[in-house]
């Protein structure tokens, strides 16, 4: 365990407040005791329930899970269904094509209402607009949109023809953007002028236009939503509106069902190397699994509930409990566009009361940043419906969990720290609310059919009381299938470190009671704001800079945003020419912002003039991290020369 572990490891065991379920809510609550029986009874048995009870199947599956071939899974063997019909047709066939399914608030404050039955027509006709581009099953989709209907519709009208959506986030750069199109060979982009971004549109158009310039040949049109009225530049023959090919497109579309192994999604994350890794989900043990977890982890009733996740589309998050567990379930959601304080810093809760919201799934970064601005602000805004809240991304302090509930949930609301991952596709590990006595800071529990353990160096299952790595131990529905394109980087990622057992890359803890506390990643990858970033990544953007030698990236605690990436560079003997009068800090940060977008800018950049490194030639982080944090230095006895660190703490002195 690193030395900020440990210090974590001492914080939790001071933390003993609990929270039993509110009477009223554990009397009438949607998950019961008796699913942790029902799954420890028969796992198998258990999945297969809810797969045909949660959604409708064009064609019964005949065998639950075929693992003859791990790590390479295969989930109700034999079922065809179709997403898209399971998220919008069938609630309209069920007579809730009034139920409103996104209640969408703009950032300048326009709105927009889509019941089902809007839904329905929407994606069907931008189902006909896309086969109409020749797109169809086994296909790849780019989708770079704001937060606007159009993302979930164009997702779930791929969906609906069985091609594979991979969204990228509308913050990442035109060449991230164009790696990743490479990556899937799309043939499609889903793009739109631009979106609203504090205050002021933020212009999206522009990287396609780059990002197609500079290569992703496989691209052969590019649908554009009219959103800001930016003027853009286009291409005659591959770009067009999406006013003129699916608002004429027709609004009859027959859904056909598809393999429960057809992908889904491609969703891109980072790995502990450059290249992000593009994870691969399926149809019907994604779909599962996310209906699941989104009906009894939130205590889902669909036919009073408001639901909110603030998440996204461009992350998982958004992807599962945006668009295809809220939607599988016939729910009513709020999507919002923009950022949390435009034009005020009381928007969300503003939002919150406007639409009566009952269920609120934030990030603890968001959180924090609301203890920051003080409860004044949401104390003018009626949040009385309020009834469950949710985090997910990061480990969640236990002074933010109570923050949470006190000045947000009313003082009653129950909270659901969920832990999950890209990768995981859904929630792995939460308590269920109106049954689990809550514990601040703590995921807890594995969901009913999900089994995870914590290990040793050794791999050995740690006891109450133990710490190390947390490990799953059989698999899941909604689990990635594998790295598009790499089968032999997922097994060698996920599956080879504790054999036969997926490793998640996450430290963690068991208290005495056995429940576990996530301590963080284990690699090289952080978590900045709940947003994965690997180190190499931004280390590879600095160095592609013409006055950096090497740089070395950590993440370091932040009170802010969890992870905050640390740059230490050492610059090259032109540097001066190359950076004139700029001072280098403000010019690398701009690059890397350039190069990958503005959530991986380095919050400090350090030149220094030598880095520590291994025999071996690794970068010693963990050094840095120490440096970063401003504490006293770990064990330097692998080093090459155990010189360099204290060259780098004089350096630093009197440069903050
Ligand atoms: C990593 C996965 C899950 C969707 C958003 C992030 C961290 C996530 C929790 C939590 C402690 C958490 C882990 C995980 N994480 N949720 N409730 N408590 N840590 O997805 O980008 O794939 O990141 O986020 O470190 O490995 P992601």
Same mark, same amino acid.
């Given at each position: 365990m690193s030395t900020t572990s440990t210090k974590t490891l001492e914080n939790l065991s001071v933390e003993s407040r609990r929270f039993p379920p509110p009477e009223d809510f554990a009397a009438q609550a949607v998950a019961t005791a008796e699913l942790y029986e029902e799954a420890a009874a028969d796992r198998l048995a258990f999945w297969a329930k809810q797969a045909r009870e949660r959604l409708s199947w064009e064609t019964d599956f005949t065998e639950t899970l075929d693992w003859s071939d791990p790590p390479f899974a295969k989930w109700f063997v034999g079922g065809r269904l179709n997403a898209a019909y399971n998220c919008v047709d069938r609630h309209v066939e069920a007579g809730n094509g009034d139920r409103v399914a996104i209640h969408w608030e703009g950032e300048p404050g326009?709105?927009?209402?889509?019941?089902?039955?809007?839904? &329905?027509?929407e994606v069907s006709k931008a189902a006909n607009a896309f086969a109409a581009l020749g797109v169809g099953q086994g296909d790849r989709v780019a989708v770079y949109l704001p937060m606007i209907p159009e993302a979930a519709i164009t997702m779930l009208a791929c969906a609906r023809l069985g091609a594979a959506h991979s969204v990228v986030f509308g913050g990442f750069s035109a060449d991230a953007l164009r790696s990743r199109i490479e990556d899937a060979e799309a043939t499609l982009v889903v793009t739109a002028d631009g979106g609203y971004r504090r205050g002021a549109p933020s212009a999206l158009k522009p990287a396609v236009d780059a990002a197609l310039e500079a290569g992703g040949a496989s691209v052969k049109d590019v649908v554009v939503v009219r959103r800001t009225e930016q003027d853009v530049e286009w291409t005659e023959g591959r770009d067009h509106w999406w006013h003129d090919v699916v608002d004429s497109a027709s609004e009859e579309?027959?859904?056909?069902?598809?393999?429960?192994?057809? *992908?889904?999604? %491609?969703?891109?994350?980072? /790995?502990?190397? $450059?290249? *992000?890794? $593009? +994870?691969? =989900?399926?149809? /019907?043990?994604?779909?599962?699994?996310?209906?699941?977890?989104?009906a009894t982890v939130f205590d889902l009733r669909p036919e009073t509930d408001v639901y909110w996740c603030a998440a996204d589309v461009g992350w998982v998050t958004g992807h599962s409990y945006v668009v295809y567990g809220p939607l599988a379930n016939g729910a009513t959601q709020v999507m919002y566009e923009g950022t949390p304080d435009t034009p005020h810093k009381g928007r969300w809760w503003e939002i919150c009361a406007k639409y009566g919201v009952t269920i609120l799934y934030a990030a603890p970064t968001a959180i924090r940043t609301f203890m920051k601005w003080g409860e004044e602000i949401p104390g003018e805004h009626d949040l009385s419906s309020i009834r469950l809240l949710g985090s997910v991304g990061e480990p969640i302090n236990p002074e933010a969990w109570v923050w949470y509930r006190r000045v947000i949930g009313g003082d009653t609301a129950p909270i659901v720290d969920t832990w999950w991952q890209t990768e995981t596709g859904g929630m792995m590990i939460s308590p269920l609310p109106g049954v689990t006595t809550l514990k601040p800071g703590s995921a807890q529990v594995p969901l009913p059919g999900i089994s995870a353990a914590v290990v040793d160096d050794e791999g050995n299952p740690v006891g109450p009381g /133990?710490? $190390?790595?947390?490990?799953?131990?059989?698999?899941? *529905?909604? #689990?990635?299938?594998? %790295?598009?394109g790499d089968d032999q980087r997922f097994k060698d990622t996920y599956w080879s470190r504790f054999p036969g057992r997926y490793f998640a890359g996450d430290g963690a803890k068991l208290d005495e009671d056995g429940d576990v506390w996530l301590l963080g990643r284990v690699d090289d990858v952080m978590n900045v704001s709940g947003h994965r970033l690997s180190t190499t990544e931004i280390e590879s953007a600095l160095v592609s800079h013409p006055a950096?030698?090497? !740089?070395?990236?950590?993440?370091?605690?932040?009170? #802010?945003?969890? &992870?905050?990436?640390?740059?230490?560079?050492?610059?090259?003997?032109?540097?001066?020419?190359?950076?004139?009068?700029?001072?280098?800090? @403000?010019?690398?940060?701009? =690059?890397?912002?350039?190069? %990958? $977008? !503005?959530?991986?800018? *380095?919050?400090r950049v350090l030149v220094v003039q @030598?880095?520590?490194?291994?025999?071996?030639?690794? +970068?010693?982080?963990?050094?840095l991290r120490d440096v970063a944090e401003n504490r006293e230095l770990g064990d330097v006895t692998t080093l090459t020369d155990a010189g360099? #660190?204290?060259? +780098?703490?004089?350096?630093?002195?009197?440069?903050?």
């Open positions: 326009d709105t927009r209402t889509l019941t089902y039955a809007d839904l &329905q027509r579309h027959t859904a056909e069902a598809f393999d429960s192994e057809n *992908p889904l999604y %491609i969703l891109y994350t980072s /790995g502990t190397t $450059g290249k *992000p890794k $593009g +994870i691969l =989900h399926t149809t /019907g043990g994604y779909l599962t699994q996310v209906a699941y977890t989104h /133990g710490g $190390g790595y947390l490990v799953l131990t059989e698999p899941w *529905p909604s #689990m990635l299938r594998t %790295i598009w950096v030698a090497e !740089a070395a990236v950590v993440g370091a605690t932040d009170d #802010m945003t969890g &992870q905050a990436p640390v740059a230490f560079v050492i610059l090259r003997g032109n540097a001066d020419a190359v950076l004139g009068d700029t001072d280098p800090q @403000e010019a690398l940060r701009a =690059h890397v912002a350039k190069e %990958i $977008g !503005a959530i991986a800018k *380095p919050k @030598e880095l520590p490194k291994t025999r071996s030639g690794k +970068i010693m982080r963990r050094l360099v #660190m204290g060259l +780098i703490q004089d350096g630093l002195k009197g440069a903050k």
